[in-house]
């Protein structure tokens, strides 16, 4: 994974430590005072809060403990790699499009960063500038141009 999606998990995992458990625990002290808690809802709701929040913490302090951070500004070359931020170029519509390839836990392909593990991530992994690469997408084959491989 990238220093920033390392960020990113680590402030989540804050976030949730901090500010949301706090926030349920309080929740569930307040609808316990309600009464009967066999036809509380609010009780209920805060209980399947916690126990998501929980899940996610659990899940959230595995995935940093087992992280492996790669600095994307050491990496240099013209070959795509796990990183690279790539212009392309859709042969048939003429399309462009740039994507940074990150981790699994990263990818937003909205804001551009797609998945190692996603089809089009897989096609570019090992390809220089100039390379032409077949992507199979659910409506078909696509093929991109490569135009330009940077790490930023």
């Known amino acids: 994974m990238t220093a920033e999606g390392y960020t990113a998990l680590d402030a989540e995992l804050k ?9 349920v625990i309080q929740a569930i002290a307040e609808a316990r005072a309600h009464g009967d808690l066999s036809e509380n809802a609010e009780y209920h709701a805060a209980k399947e809060r916690q126990s998501f929040i929980e899940g996610r913490v659990a899940e959230l302090e595995d995935k940093i403990a087992r992280a492996q951070i790669i600095d994307i500004s050491k990496l240099s070359g013209k070959q795509v790699k796990f990183g690279a931020t790539v212009n392309l170029l ?10 940074k390839i990150v981790g699994e836990d990263e990818s937003d392909v909205k804001g551009g960063k797609i998945s190692i593990t996603s089809p089009i991530a897989r096609a570019l992994i090992g390809k220089e500038e100039g390379d032409v690469v077949e992507v199979m997408a659910p409506g078909g084959p696509k093929s991109y141009e490569i135009v330009k491989v940077k790490y930023l």
Do not use: F, H, N, Q
């Open 90 to 99: 859709d042969e048939d519509s003429g399309a462009k499009a740039k994507y």
């Open 15 to 23: 976030r949730l430590k901090t500010a949301e458990r706090p926030a």
